[in-house]
């Protein structure tokens, strides 16, 4: 059964430094999206991504975050200087159809900022 | 500003009962509702999904009951079973591209 893949499992990194997050979403979704779930709390929309423009995003992506689809198969968040606050699961998700369709989530980054 | 209210946090059921997760919402204009579960280590994944224009939908032992005046709609599972065992999320949106999520209940179903 296709899946979406992210790696790393987990990131270490100090504050002020740049991270980014790599998903694979599966190969014939073309919508792309990005949330996070700080340690016991809610999963929250960051953005989502189609036709190699961002369609929707919230107020947490700000201008630290940035997306991008560099090649084809890979869809990546970066984040340019990290703070504390950013430590969360950071998960991808994908879908074939936009609007109220499934979206498959990806097992998840999870990034620590020291 | 909390979109979607869930609770409980937490729900401890016997195998073979049911489990209740109850979700409140603000904003009028949601009209997409889904439920998703997720194990540990895992992404959160599609269960159940619901449209205001029912007031149930059901799927297997899972089903989810909607009431539109009161704003709220709930998830039911049926002769619970230890596999169930999981956090749940409720989920809404507006547009079926940004969804505001409920914080989550760790259903625990004892054997």
Redesign the interface.
Known sequence: EPE?TQTPSHQVTQMGQEVILRCVPISNHL?FYW?RQILG?????LV?FYNNEI??K?EIFDDQFSVERPDGSNFTLKIRSTKLEDSAMY?C?SSSL???????????TRLTVL | QQQVKQSPQSLIVQKGGISIINCAYENTAFDYFPWYQQFPGKGPALLIAIRPDVSEKKEGRFTISFNKSAKQFSLHIMDSQPGDSATYFCAASDTGNQFYFGTGTSLTVIP
């Open positions: 979406v919508y949330y709390q809610k999963v929250e929309f989502s369609s929707e919230s998960f998700a936009a609007g109220y369709n499934e979206q498959f989530f990806g097992p998840g």
